[in-house]
Each structure stands twice: as C-alpha cells, then as structure tokens.
C-alpha cells in the first residue's frame, strides 16, 4: 500500500533558494527508508515537507491518501498526530522528566483541565511507560531528561514518538549527534519499531554505513533532486560517486549555508 | 502491562500533596496581605496631580534641565549623583575584595565563612537611608555622607557576587599549572588573578549600574545628589522641574544602563 | 581583534616567526582603561568632598549613634509589629502583582514568542524606563497620586516588580530553545498547547526563583519605604531618628533584621530546590 506520494513536488524557500525540484517518489507502509545527500542537499526539506512543516510550492504531496496541500488549520494538526518526527538535537523540554516528555503526544486529547494543571490519566501513563520499555529505558522515566546521556535522550524522543502510534516516522539525522556504538542501539531500536510495528520510516543519515546497512531502500539527493532511488544492496561505489560528486567536484558545491563560511 | 512497567507505575513520585500545601500557604498570604494593605483608590486630588506629572514631564523646565552653569540645576545635580554612586562603587568594591575572600568556603574554614556571611546580612539589612543619618553626624550634610553611605551598603551585594567569582574559579588551570612545574606565586598570578580580575570588574559595574539608581534617594536625608531637589519640587507642587528631574534621571541611567552592558559583555568575550 | 581608533594610536607590536609568518599584538587597553577610571575617581573625588582625615578624626561619630542603639529599647517592640506587618504585607502584595502581571509584559517584549518587533521593542523600552525609576521615587509619587499610606508603598513595589521580573524574564524566554516547541507542533500540538508543554516548564523555574528573590529584596526596599509616607516600618524609623530615640530605632532594626533574616533563609531554601 502506497503511503507516500510526491509528484513533481518542487520547494523554494522565500530567500530564492530551490531546494526540492521536480521530486517525484512512492514510499510504501512498513518500509524503511534512508536519505542520503550532501549537507545542503535538501534531506531535511523533504522530509519536513511530509508532515507540513514547511510548504510546498508546486506539485502534489500525497501522505495516506490526504493532499497534504489542501489541509488547513486544525486539518494539519489532525493530520501531523499521525506522523511521528525525531530530531538531531533530540528537541525535549530538558527541565522536565522523562516520563512527562513522552506524555506530551498524548496532550491533543486531553481535557482542558488537565492541560491547565497538567495532570494526565493513568492509561495514558501506562502507555508512555511501555513505550520507554519498548526503547529500554523504563528505569529513567522519573528522572530529569538533562540528567540523561544524548543517546538516553534520543530513546525518549523516540518513546515520545512511539507513543504518539504514528502509521509513519520521520528521522531528521537522528544519531549524527551520538558517538558509533550508541548510534547503533539507536537504529537497532528503529530497526525493531519498522519490523515490530509495521510503521514507515524515513531516516535522514549521513552515516552511508549505517544507512546500508540498515535500510532497505536507499534515496540520494543531490542539489535538490533525486538521483538514486533503489534497493540498499544494490549502492555501489558509483552510486555514491553520483550522489556526493567525485572528490574533484567537492569544491564546486553549490551551498549558501556552506559558501558564507 | 507488564510486571516491570506496573512497578515503575507505582513509583511515581506523589507531589500533590506538597504542591496543594504550598499553593494554600500562597493563597493564604495572600488574601493576609489583601487585608493589611489599605486598598484606597485614587486620592481626591490624585488624579489632578497625576496628570500634573504627566504634563510636568511632557512640558519640563527647560532653562532648569539645562542649566550647565550653577550647581543648582539638573546637569550638575546629575553629575554630583554620578560622582558619588562611582566612589561609593569603588570604595565598596575595594571593601568587599578581604569580606569576600572571609566569606568564601573555599578560602577560609566553615564557621568564619557563615560568620562573615552573618555580619554581611545584617549590614545590609540597614536601610539606606539610617546610615545616611550615621554618616551626616561624621561629615555634616552633603555628598560625602552619601558617598560613605553608598560604599558601605553596596558591600552586601558586592561580596555576595564576588564569592560567587570566587567559586566558580576554573581549577583545571591551577592543576595544569601544578603539572608544568609552577610556584604557588606564579599559580596565583598568572592562574588565578587574571580570572578574578575580569570577573570582579564586571560585577562591579554591574553593580555602578544599581548605585546610581539607589544614590537618587540619598537626598532624602541630606546626604546629597538629586534627590532632595525632587523631594522640594514635588512638595511644593513645581510639576515642571519634576518633569525636568524625572527626564533628566531617566535618560541618565538608561544611557548608563547601555554603556555599562556594553562594557560587561567587552570584558567577558574579550 | 577589529582594528579600532585605539588600534591607530597605540600601534599593534608585530613578531616574525621563523618561518616568515607575522603575528599583531595588539597594545592591551587596560592601562588606558585605568586611566580612565584614575580620572573619574578624582573628579569625583573633588566634587562630592570626600576628605578621609575626617573619617580618623570624626569617625567616632559614626559609633555613637550605633552605640545609643544598645541596648535595644526592648518596651518598644509591641509598637514595631503593626508597621512591620504592614511592609511585609506591601511587599507580598506589590511583589505578588507585579510578578503575575510580569508575565504578559515579558511575552509581549520576546520576539520569540510575538513576532513582532514594533510591539517588542515598545515594551521593552517600557520595561526599562520603570526600571530607571528607583523605589522610594515611584512611592513619593504614588503618595500624591494615592494618598500616604499603604496602597502608596504597594504600588512603588507593584512598579519595581513588574520591571525587574519583566525584564529578566523576557530575556530567559528569548534564549529558550525553541527546539522542544518545534516538536511538539510535529506531533500535532497547537501553538498555545506547544507553547504551555514546551516554553512554560522550561521558564517556570526561573520565573518562581526571581519572583522570590524580588520578593526578598522587596521587603528591605519597603522598610525605607515609610520615609515618604508610604506605610510599613520605615514610618517608624523616620519618627524615631527624628526624635533621636536611638534605642527604639535599635530596636526596630533589630527585629527587621531577624524577620529579613528568616525570609531569605525560607526563600534561599525554595529557590535551591527550583534550581
Ligand atoms: N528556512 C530556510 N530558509 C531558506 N533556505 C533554507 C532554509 N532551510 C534550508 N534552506 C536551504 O535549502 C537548501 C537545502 O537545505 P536542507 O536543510 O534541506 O539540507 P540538508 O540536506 O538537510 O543538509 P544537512 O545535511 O546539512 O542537514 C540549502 O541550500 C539551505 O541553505
Ligand atoms: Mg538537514
């Protein structure tokens, strides 16, 4: 079953910048996705794009049948509940608890009363402490979350997401910011949700090893374009040549970000 | 639900008891201050003369705010209240520099450090303007008495943010310095004097910041600056060089204000 | 290190190394900042007649009245509770409302949290002007606006508050990181919603422990406050000094200090725990 669909999907920001152009691709339920590209590349535009944190300019964007597009207001909220999202610098309110963190994808249904006194009901604390089992870190959810290592702090981002039961899971660079080996219990953990659940996962990563071995499909971007887009297996040295450029071409990017330095 | 989450459940820590004990004790405060405070509205004649002060400083004395030539108007006044919050700053500083060391717990023993910090309390518990009244007795009415009052009472907060200096030093370097083969002299002045040095200053003038503000009131008693002059002219119902005072004090610190945090964040990122 | 005026003056000392590489040093500006700070100390010296000979022969002046406080009129302590409830009861409720009004004032002034800059900067400016007001000003004011009394000293107090907290807030919240606020609009939170599980938990400690640091230095600013005829225990030292009945004043600042003491102890104590 088809659960993500660009067509033609192109993306300018204000400032000129084209940073998706002319994308077109199918992702289906249950599979595991890694982006692969140049910093600057447009990795975390299309993945932001998905659950409408930014807009698209031209071109139709299809996530379970919904044009995101046509969505307005409370339409997009709905609309995001069902799509999970982890970040590099894992985005958790650092002064709070573990526990209180993975409760807040919960906060949508909540009555207002609640919302004011911040209490949250018990089933709804059951349900956030096994997603933190689930991650392995039941042990910490009454702890402060800037107590905890970064690797123990990406597991309670993806508890938080977990818990959210998205049909789809965004990962902009989830371990760029984790040493290698806990880089790994992180994408193993990922590897289990995909397997477990049968969510789709998409995973920006700069880690080409780990994104082989790891996904099952493979997406290289290249200055806002799709230039590979097939099995992990079948990335060879080419591949990744036409992907990054060649050495000799390294210089020549084309990145703002890059170019201001 | 599995037997470990069910546990962990369990473990939940229970604060609303606590909360709801803190959150009666507030409202009960509260509603004890409600009743003490005389709750008036505006005074008879309140509203005339809040709208008195109000044209007063949209209509100020001119010829007042900018008398640059006797040493009766707001220039010079502003200037006398310059002068004395920056020696008050000075000698207070200077004054806090043994109080800190006394009160530091990483500088002398535990009993001396809570002792110092006792006395510490209780002179700045002092108001103002009591020790301006002490100090007019040694030098007579004007400047001076405030600028003794002034040094006397920045000591309290000076030496509370100069401890502060004091432990936070960075160690590491002393330990770096131990390894390269350095003297106990050497780790003091080239490890930790140029820490204490930049750090102190800052919240020295930090605290010049706070000083000029307090040394506004000093006229009050006598103990020169502006504000026996606003006192006067409030009293006898001169709404015009208020308004020129009240510009005059408000461009004063703002314009000080900027200077000085300019100047903090210079030290700080060198 | 930007070339500046200073630069020009005193000019850079230049090193060659050995393999043809120059470093600048630029000339340190410490002993033109000294210079600096040695004029004004002697301007300011001159002007305010500081004259330290006085301190060795008069100073003993000084002491007598620190003397004549002792021993502490011990009769005139019935007569110190009334005022003295009443500062402590002008400051919770000055420090009260202007830490809860505070709030608004500190959203409007942080262009992370309303974009935009006009309204920013319009409070912001607003902030800092109360702010250059001191305390015992803002109360003779509010003496002539409300009358001598109380409500006079809570509002000086209410004034002080609103832009000490205002202020130091605004600032907090501009630094926050908007990151946590970012995810919680991914998994569907409204703004408002993001805004109370993201911003607000990282804010509200800070917020509680100025509240209550402003609320200790409030009960020592209202105590002064009675010299302009704004209520509480200041009224009472004014009368005394006046009628130079040190005894009572020693025993008026006595219990002051001790009530100041207990105070700070309790909201030392719950400013630890929120840190
Ligand atoms: N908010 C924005 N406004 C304007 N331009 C932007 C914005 N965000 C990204 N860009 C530009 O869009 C292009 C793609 O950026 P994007 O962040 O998607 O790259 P990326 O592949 O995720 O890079 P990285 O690996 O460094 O995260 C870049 O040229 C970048 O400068
Ligand atoms: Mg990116």
């Not at chain 3, 800092?128 to 002539?144: C, D, E, M, N, Q």
Request: proline letters at 4%.
């Amino acid at each position: 079953m088809t659960m993500i669909e660009f067509k033609n999907v192109t993306k300018t920001y204000p400032n000129g910048v084209k940073a998706l152009n002319d994308v077109n691709l199918t992702i289906d339920q249950g599979e595991f996705v890694a982006i692969i590209g140049l910093s600057g590349a447009g990795k975390s535009t299309l993945i932001r794009c998905i659950n409408r944190m930014h807009e698209i300019n031209e071109g139709t964007l299809m996530v379970n049948d919904v044009d995101v597009g046509k969505l307005k207001g409370k339409q997009v909220r709905l609309f995001r509940r069902n799509i999970g999202m982890i970040f590099q610098s894992f985005n958790l309110v650092t002064r709070t608890s573990v526990i209180n963190n993975v409760l807040i994808s919960t906060v949508p249904d909540l009555a207002w009363w609640r919302k004011v006194l911040g209490l949250f009901p018990k089933e709804k604390k059951i349900d956030a402490l096994e997603a933190l089992d689930k991650v392995g870190i039941l042990d910490k959810a009454y702890n402060r979350v800037d107590q905890l290592s970064g690797g123990q702090q990406q597991r309670v981002a993806l508890a938080r997401t977990i818990a959210q039961h998205p049909a789809i899971i965004l990962a902009d660079e989830p371990v760029a910011s984790l040493d290698p080996v806990t880089a790994k219990v992180v994408m193993d953990d990922f590897k289990k949700i995909n397997k477990e659940t049968n969510m789709s996962i998409l995973i920006n990563i700069h880690h080409v090893e780990l994104a082989l071995e790891y996904a099952d499909r493979v997406i290289g971007i290249r200055q806002g374009e799709v230039v590979y887009d097939g099995k992990s297996e079948a990335v060879t040295q080419e591949v990744l040549d036409q992907i990054y450029g060649s050495q000799a071409e390294l210089p020549k990017m084309n990145d703002p970000e890059e170019a201001e330095v | 639900m599995n037997k470990a989450v069910q546990l962990q459940l369990e473990k939940e820590p229970n604060r609303k008891l606590y909360l709801s004990t803190i959150g009666i004790i507030l409202a009960a405060l509260l509603v004890w201050s409600f009743m003490g405070v005389n709750i008036t509205g505006f005074d008879p004649r309140g509203t005339q003369i809040a709208s008195n002060i109000f044209w007063g400083i949209l209509s100020p004395d001119l010829a007042f705010l900018f008398d640059f030539r006797t040493a009766g108007g707001v220039p010079y006044l502003l200037f006398e209240t310059i002068a004395i919050a920056f020696l008050g700053t000075i000698f207070g500083s200077l004054l806090a520099i043994p109080i800190s060391f006394l009160m530091s717990p990483s500088v002398v023993s535990k009993p001396v450090a809570f002792v110092t910090r006792l006395v510490v309390i209780f002179i700045r518990t002092i108001p103002s303007l009591v020790y301006g009244l002490m100090f007019i007795r040694v030098t007579g009415p004007g400047p001076y008495a405030g600028v003794l009052t002034m040094s006397l009472t920045s000591i309290g907060m000076i030496s509370r943010l100069y401890v502060d200096v004091i432990e936070n030093l960075d160690r590491g370097v002393l330990e770096a310095m131990t390894s390269m083969g350095c003297n106990t002299y050497e780790k003091i002045r080239y490890g930790i004097l140029p820490q204490l040095f930049s750090n102190f200053l800052s919240v020295t003038i930090y605290r010049y910041d706070m000083n000029l503000r307090d040394a506004t009131i000093l006229g009050l008693v006598g103990a020169g600056g502006i504000g026996a002059p606003l006192i006067f002219a409030m009293r006898s119902y001169r709404w015009n060089e208020v308004g020129s005072i009240l510009i005059g004090l408000v461009i004063l610190i703002l314009a000080v204000e900027i200077f000085s945090n300019k100047l903090r964040s210079k030290l700080v990122n060198g | 290190m930007r070339e500046t005026v200073y630069d020009k003056i005193f000019k850079p000392k230049t090193y060659t190394l050995s393999n043809g590489k120059e470093v600048k040093q630029h000339a340190s500006r410490m002993p033109f900042i000294l210079l600096i700070v040695l004029f004004i100390t002697i301007v300011s010296w001159e002007v305010t007649g500081v004259d330290l000979s006085m301190i060795r022969t008069r100073g003993y002046q000084f002491i007598v009245i620190l003397l004549a406080m002792f021993p502490p009129n011990l009769n005139f302590m019935s007569n110190v509770w009334g005022p003295l409830f009443d500062t402590i009861q002008m400051s919770l409720l000055g420090s009260i409302a202007g830490a809860l009004l505070a709030i608004p004032f500190a959203l409007l002034s942080s262009s992370n949290i309303i974009r935009n800059q006009l309204l920013n900067g319009f409070f912001k400016l607003f902030l800092s002007i109360l702010r250059t007001l001191p305390t015992l000003v803002t109360a003779l004011i509010a003496t002539f606006i409300f009358g001598l009394g109380t409500m006079a000293g809570t509002v000086a107090i209410f004034i002080f508050t609103l832009s000490y907290i205002g202020k130091l807030m605004y600032e907090h919240i501009e630094n926050v990181d908007m990151g946590a606020f970012e995810a919680h609009e991914s998994m569907g939170l409204s703004k408002v919603e993001a805004f109370r599980y993201a911003i607000v938990p990282d804010v509200m400690p800070t917020y509680l422990s100025v509240s209550l640091y402003a609320f200790e230095g409030n009960i020592r600013y209202a105590a002064i406050l009675g010299y302009v005829g704004a209520g509480g225990v200041g009224l009472l030292l004014d009368e005394r000094l006046g009628w130079r009945d040190y005894p009572s004043v020693g025993m008026v600042l006595l219990i002051l200090m001790l009530v100041v003491f207990v105070i700070e102890r309790i909201s030392e104590y719950f400013r630890m725990k929120l840190t």
